[in-house]
């Protein structure tokens, strides 16, 4: 069978920057766990600390987080994610162009460009930092039919309304759970704002699907395959990035569709009682 192929549109976008910074110099140190890393970036002669999860102070400056994560740092995960979900479209013969998307963790919008050259009708980006919009709307304009700040753990009644206003019918989140970033909690209730039928679209560090996993994704996504409320369609491992210090890191991307709602239990169980989550058998 003919799989499509995704070009890296971030490239494209990077050479419209115009850049303000010039080296980039990352610590020899294989000991750094992912939330650790840090690069060391030049401005005016000087160099500049930044951790490469201080999401705000890197989206700030234009072209920094492509040259680091993507380039630097070769980071593939949005055209991974977003080409394994067009793949088993087209294996279902299901038209993108009726997928409305919230793009969870949405960032500057690396994972939405990629939705947006996939053909989709809508995409509504939902982030935690401010930042992350303004990077969106000032690099990649027109991408997002809407930007949303907020947390997906502690959803305020209007953001609710109007997530679920949008019909939504795809939930894709790349590169944001775990590591502090996206807990389970919030992830169901993303997937709880996606009705049945619907598509899910996300990357996760292989070690989150281990048993021995104690964020609670292993858990929660073994439940809610097992209690039918999801359906795995495709999974692949593969190298998300390089470390600061040159080793791989894998991920694996999933594409499960969404069967039926989710029900109460699973909803106080990882919603409303999110801390209980390790009891879970
Ligand atoms: C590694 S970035 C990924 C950005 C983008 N998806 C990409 O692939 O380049 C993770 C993003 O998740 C966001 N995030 C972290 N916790 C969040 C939460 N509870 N709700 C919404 N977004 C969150 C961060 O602000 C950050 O922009």
């Known amino acids: 069978m003919n799989r499509p192929q995704r070009p890296a549109r971030w490239r494209a976008r990077l050479a ?14 294989a000991q750094l766990d992912q939330d650790e890393e840090y690069a060391d970036v030049e401005f005016d002669g000087k160099l500049r600390r930044f951790r490469l999860h201080d999401y705000s102070d890197l989206y700030a400056i234009r072209g920094l987080y492509e040259t680091l994560i993507y380039d630097r740092l070769e980071c593939c995960s949005p055209s991974r994610v977003v080409g394994l979900l067009e793949e088993v479209l087209v294996d279902f013969g299901a038209d993108p162009a009726a997928l409305r998307v919230v793009d969870v963790g949405a960032g500057n919008g690396m994972a939405g460009d990629e939705l947006d050259a996939l053909g989709v009708e809508r ?11 303004e990077a969106a709307l000032r690099d990649r304009p027109g991408v997002y039919d809407e930007y949303l700040i907020a947390d997906l753990a502690n959803l305020c009644e209007a953001d609710e309304k109007r997530l679920r206003s949008a019909r939504l019918n795809c939930l894709v989140t790349v590169g944001a759970l775990g590591f502090g970033d996206i807990p389970p909690a919030a992830f169901t209730k993303a997937l709880d704002m996606v009705g049945a ?23 929660l996504v073994q439940s809610l395959g097992q209690r039918r409320i999801i359906q795995l369609q495709a999974l692949q491992r593969y190298r998300h990035r390089v470390s600061v210090a040159s ?20 909803m106080e169980r990882w919603v409303e009682q999110p801390s209980g989550h390790e009891k879970e058998t």
Do not use: C
Request: hydrophobic residues 45%.
């Open 16 to 29: 419209e920057m115009n850049p303000t910074f010039g080296r980039i110099v990352l610590p020899d140190d």
């Open 123 to 133: 995409i509504i980006g939902v982030d935690i930092v401010p930042a992350a919009r």
């Open 197 to 219: 039928g619907g598509w899910l679209a996300f990357n996760i560090r292989d070690g989150y699907l281990h048993d021995q996993d104690s964020s609670g994704f292993a858990k």
């Open 247 to 266: 080793e791989p890191l894998y991920y694996v991307a999933m594409v499960a569709r969404k069967l039926r709602d989710l029900p109460d239990e699973i």
